[in-house]
T-cell receptor
Framework: SQQGEEDPQALSIQEGENATMNCSYK?????LQWYRQNSGRGLVHLIL?????REKHSGRLRVTLDTSKKSSSLLITASRAADTASYFC???????????FGQGTRLTINP | DGGITQSPKYLFRKEGQNVTLSCEQN?????MYWYRQDPGQGLRLIYY???????QKGDIAEGYSVSREKKESFPLTVTSAQKNPTAFYLC?????????????FGDGTRLSIL
């Protein structure tokens, strides 16, 4: 089952611009996590936001969570070429013992 | 360094053959997971294990089998019953704490059919 739906599926921006990706989900969650995947590699955990949090920052990353709308967004500020990757949201559903991943957003940063 | 090691990086399977993908972690994590990723897609859960000698089916377990005899190891066998095995397979582990479980991933095994 794929709970997280991400939007857009692909995003291409110029270096230095900000990138925003969105994730929607369907059920109650304990937390929501964002991961990055470089081509041909495994996923790397970026940030976790709990259901009772509304915003969280980590370096150039800002994540928001709106549990009333069942949605989250990931903002990458001042993008760099090295940010080119796929980004996935994953939800930790209440009562479940597993994460459910979205389909991902492919981000391309053009120099 | 602590981490997850998957091997081999590339694997080819012949018709009717079972193949086993290795996953080893030295993070002292209780929970381990196997995912399948098809091109341009997200991750689909195959099997997971919260503790040694116990594992549960995920969303797409048919045609796959696992074992968890040691905390560090969670091998995945792709059996001949899996008719479309070509995919990128990812192994992950986590501390198993239900409310805080960032997963650490290996670098995957790419399986193809000969």
């Amino acid at each position: 089952s794929q709970q997280g739906e991400e939007d857009p599926q692909a995003l291409s921006i110029q270096e230095g611009e900000n990138a925003t990706m969105n994730c929607s989900y369907k059920t109650s969650i304990n937390n929501l996590q964002w991961y990055r995947q470089n081509s041909g590699r495994g996923l790397v955990h970026l940030i976790l936001i709990r259901s009772n949090e509304r915003e969280k920052h980590s370096g150039r990353l800002r994540v928001t969570l709106d549990t009333s709308k069942k949605s989250s967004s990931l903002l990458i500020t001042a993008s760099r070429a090295a940010d080119t990757a796929s980004y996935f949201c994953a939800t930790d559903e209440k009562g479940a013992q597993k994460l459910v991943f979205g389909q991902g957003t492919r981000l391309t940063i053009n120099p | 360094d602590g981490g997850i090691t998957q091997s081999p990086k590339y694997l080819f399977r012949k018709e009717g053959q079972n193949v086993t993908l290795s996953c080893e972690q030295n993070l002292n994590h209780d929970a381990m997971y196997w995912y399948r990723q098809d091109p341009g897609q997200g991750l689909r859960l195959i099997y997971y294990s919260q503790i040694v000698n116990d594992f549960q089916k995920g969303d797409i377990a048919e045609g796959y089998s696992v074992s968890r005899e040691k905390k560090e190891s969670f091998p995945l066998t792709v059996t001949s019953a899996q008719k479309n095995p070509t995919a990128f397979y990812l192994c992950a582990s986590s501390s198993g704490d239900r409310d805080h479980q960032p997963q650490h991933f290996g670098d995957g095994t790419r399986l193809s059919i000969l």
